[in-house]
């Protein structure tokens, strides 16, 4: 890709108003730009990597036996009455009329939808467990939207909901889930923990979160350092530095933000909305449901606080929006182009073909956070480049060949 | 996958109220599911095949230099009010308030929000041209929603917007634009013809239709048999069976329906939003810019239209949302289970491993459309199967090494 094509409107400035590094090196960055308080474009670098966040979270989730629907944005009214939340659901629903003056919101979360869905096809437990999820844009009219993609009021979910006829087969699930979202965040080179809202017991818990450690997250949480699980600061009175209830740790106090939650519903909606199935004893039973969100938008800005220094983001191997990043200096934009020709074929490239001062390359390239850089500079005539890693924080002078061969490792 | 877990809710009744054969398909068939007038599910059977259509813009108008972006559904009326459109576009704009009183609307294009993410930007010739495109949901209140998917209040679109220095650096764009488009409907193996609504001359026109060809379409268009290029009934004397104007065919008459349109857009958005940049002779211009446009979800219905026979579709090999269906009778399960792992590592297959009948498994089948099918029946044990291709209608009793071959053709 070439850059000129890219739309990469960098800022020289820092914007004032941007509280958090994530959020400062996504205006800065060009990768959103705000239209509203708490609504964004998601500029071409920031689009393709949610993509790549996005597929990571399918072919994990697919593994579960979930497939993929899209639901839509505007719900009536009469769905959302059924269940009880059009009168509960506060100044947070949007709602609109249409040009008959019939009653809409624009979905928040889909469970009444979903629900409907089901429930006129799932009329035996021949026909459960289900799983059926989204990837989709949500809305939520949040009293203070902030922190860019962090709480907005228009943002990307992906929400699973699965429909079993017992608590039994919904545990099953529920459990693939959980791994599910581990493996995500793993290949998301994040660093998490499950808080459990209940009493610890895995497996037990009506709910779980998934917590990324970041500076900047609203909760505090308390885990020991030999377990991936934690605890809420408020049910627990553990103190910093305590033995770990399993005596292989040390307890530890960290800010989490939530990126993932994953819910025992039950048949709290399938009640209200009476989805119902025949059961083997021939009994009428409601559904038991789960329901299970990602916030899709709130993880690039996770990522971004996580693998980034002094404002300059070095992305994961999963989610980098190029694999390689050429820059070629002064007049070697036509050298430049032979090496992206070449290295295109087996990576993806981005190349800075502007007629642009090397500072103002160097310094674009730092927000862009491609971990590999290619500079194509005063020896290009030589066929040498330098080479940089910038993880490693390593500069080496090489030929193609031997870039080539640094790559494959 | 497994049917059991694909969730095609496929009804035994034909829907009533549904006018069009596609529309009764894609109920009857478990792909949509209708929320609201106008506004549907997608179930996984439709969303994969739109899925794949996706994929084919995506590939070919990224060959055209373009980049994906993502643009919200929620737009302030400010952005409105400058372009006019606020007053302009009547009850077919949906709108509403957010909880501080502040008016938006629900996009249903978005030349106001892209014009207003670039002129903040392109401030220079050197950073024009530009291509910046996305698939996405977008909001009309029609007056009379119908025919399902073809005239939704909700609906998915493919949207681009291209800005320049002068016409002529338009030209080129819209040119490649117009060859991408040409490539996307023959891949979806739709038979079309472009209607230019002004003098016929390609390339000069503001504005050009990509109409495919079908008895439900709502215009009707003249075309010769010699060339893809025609015209609207309206503006011609041509007569059905008249030789054509370029001597080479007949003139004939067929109805269409839009499925997309390309514009050059001029600069009545930039001046009125006053996005301008400074060009090599220092004046400052105001930005050329190009719109077009694709209904995703109106080309599934399209290709339904022009891919079924007796309201059974067969799926052209794009956008097929399996290669291959198994379908396993009486108490052959498991074997068919066998077929379906052994093919799985080279072929998306779809198994119906659900305990039906045969009947109900093969009116399902008729429904989901996937072209060659792998009926796993009373010779299985000895390793034959019946192997059919539902668009030559044969049918053959074949081993499983002999079906590999077959596939491979």
Redesign the interface.
């Known amino acids: 890709?070439?850059q000129?094509?890219?739309?990469i409107?960098t800022l020289r400035e820092t914007p004032k108003d941007a509280q958090i590094a994530s959020h400062r090196i996504l205006l800065k960055g060009?990768y959103i730009?705000q239209?509203?308080a708490g609504?964004?474009?998601?500029?071409?670098l920031a689009?393709?990597i949610?993509?790549k966040i996005e597929n990571i979270v399918r072919e994990e989730i697919n593994k579960t036996?979930a497939?993929?629907?899209?639901?839509?944005?505007?719900?009536?009214k009469d769905?959302w009455v059924e269940s009880g939340r059009w009168e509960k659901y506060g100044?947070?629903l949007?709602?609109?009329e249409?040009?008959n003056e019939?009653s809409?919101c624009?979905g928040p979360t889909h469970e009444e939808?979903i629900t409907?869905?089901v429930r006129?096809?799932v009329n035996s437990y021949?026909?459960l467990s289900?799983?059926?999820y989204q990837i989709q844009?949500k809305?939520r009219?949040e009293?203070r939207p902030r922190f860019g993609l962090m709480r907005g009021?228009?943002f990307l979910m992906f929400d699973l909901y699965t429909f079993h006829k017992d608590e039994e087969d919904l545990d099953v699930w529920y459990k693939k889930v959980r791994e599910a979202y581990k493996r995500i965040l793993e290949r998301l080179s994040l660093d998490y923990r499950i808080i459990g809202a209940g009493s610890g017991n895995i497996g037990g818990n009506a709910s779980e979160e998934f917590m990324v450690l970041c500076d900047i997250g609203e909760d505090t949480i308390v885990y020991s350092d030999s377990s991936s699980f934690a605890l809420n600061q408020e049910i627990c009175d553990l103190k910093e530095g305590d033995p770990s209830p399993d005596g292989k740790g040390v307890i530890k106090y960290a800010k989490g933000i939530e990126v993932g939650h994953i819910f025992k519903l039950g048949t709290t909606y399938s009640e209200l909305m009476k989805a119902t199935f025949i059961d083997q004893d021939q009994q009428t039973k409601p559904i038991v449901m789960g329901c299970y969100g990602i916030g899709i938008s709130r993880l690039l800005m996770a990522i971004l606080e996580q693998h980034s220094t002094d404002e300059k983001p070095i992305w994961p191997k999963e989610v980098t929006p190029f694999d390689l990043h050429i820059i070629p200096l002064g007049d070697n934009l036509e050298q430049g182009l032979k090496v992206y020709e070449k290295l295109s074929k087996e990576y993806d490239c981005l190349i800075d073909d502007?007629?642009e001062r090397a500072g103002v390359k160097f310094q674009d390239a730092d927000l862009i956070g491609v971990r590999y850089r290619i500079v194509v500079g005063r020896k290009a005539s030589e066929g040498i480049y330098e080479f940089q890693d910038l993880l490693k924080g390593e500069k080496k002078e090489l030929k193609l060949a031997e870039i080539e061969k640094e790559l494959k490792k």
């Open positions: 890709m070439k000129s094509k890219f739309f409107p060009g730009k239209v509203a609504i964004y474009d998601y500029l071409p689009y393709k949610i993509k036996e497939v993929e629907v899209l639901m839509p944005a505007l719900q009536p769905l100044k947070e949007m709602r609109l249409d040009r019939r809409f624009l939808v409907a869905m006129d096809y021949k026909k289900i799983g059926l844009t809305f009219d009293f009021r228009e502007r007629d």
